[in-house]
């Protein structure tokens, strides 16, 4: 498992980016509870873990 110091981060630009969608989209999948939700990391920074990011990527593959 990784430790706090190794893991790795993506902001909503970067996950609209990686699934060519509105910068809203990662927001309102979070919202709606089908989409790993995000960590606040300050006050004005919140990203997604990208290993929680990895493994919803998986569920849904093994799903298909």
């Known amino acids: 498992m990784k ?6 981060y993506l902001s909503a630009r970067e996950l ?8 809203v989209t990662p927001w309102r999948w979070a919202k709606k509870g089908s989409f790993p939700s995000p960590v606040k990391l300050g006050p004005n920074c919140t990203r997604w873990k ?9 569920s849904k593959g093994a799903a298909a």
């Open 3 to 8: 430790s706090p110091q190794d893991e790795k």
């Open 16 to 23: 609209a980016s990686r699934y060519e969608v509105s910068l």
């Open 50 to 58: 990208l290993s929680e990011i990895e493994a919803w990527e998986s």
